[in-house]
């Protein structure tokens, strides 16, 4: 054989192996944390079920209603608009693994935001914004995309190790609690994560008969209020670009058997009981 194909054949050999040792000494220098964030979160998802993630969801819920927003709206008008609403959506996902719990916030914020186990906060400061139950309908339907695709259970699993989860589940640590409702609430998804929440949001909207045109008509409203790029707001908070979610809503095409389907809901009525 010639002797400097045998040569450099061992050089880049020698080179190879360089980088393999060097990856694998850094792997494992890396700190647990930073390995649990970059390499394991979706295996980790996976060794979560769903019934560990409700129970934990109405641990949080508990917590966030006794510790947090102290004041959920209880109004009779409101909560009826909001069955009509998320009824009509809940009962295009026949599959969810989740029995919605929707609660309205007494609070001016517009926003929304979700935590495991399908609980949905929705501020009332949102509903006066809305200009129809169907621009609503929108921004519920985006929430469930993060629900449904489980993306607040991605954030947790990113954060803490598995065993951190389960003890909370069983034990209920405040302290601890305390730090998941904080991570959910200040980090905002990933773009991927949103993207695909939104696209979600579109096929769902269709399927409940209600316009997906209904997310851009809300978009327009927050542009018109110079609100896009307010980084409060859960459904703006890593989009830089909200042209580019109301041209994707204008361009789903729906099926042509759809029908749309107005919800027979006073709006004005229902705003003026907030
Ligand atoms: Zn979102």
Known sequence: MNKKILLDGLKSLGIFGGIFILFYVGLNLLSEDKKNKWFYSDEKISLISYEQEIALGELIDEYIIASQYKNPLTNKTIDSMMWAVSKRLQGQIPTSEYDYNITVLDNPQINAFTIPGGNIYVFSGLISFCDSPEQLAAVLAHEMGHVEKRHTVDRLAREFSLSVLFSIMTGGDTVLLSDLYQTLISSGFSRSQEKEADQFALNLLEDASISPKSIASFFRKLNRENLAYDEKIELVMTHP??????????????????????????????????
């Open 241 to 274: 670009h909200n042209n580019s979610r109301i041209k994707a809503s204008l361009n789903h095409e729906v099926d042509d058997t759809f029908d749309e389907i107005p919800f027979e809901l006073n709006w004005e009525e229902i705003k003026a009981a907030l």
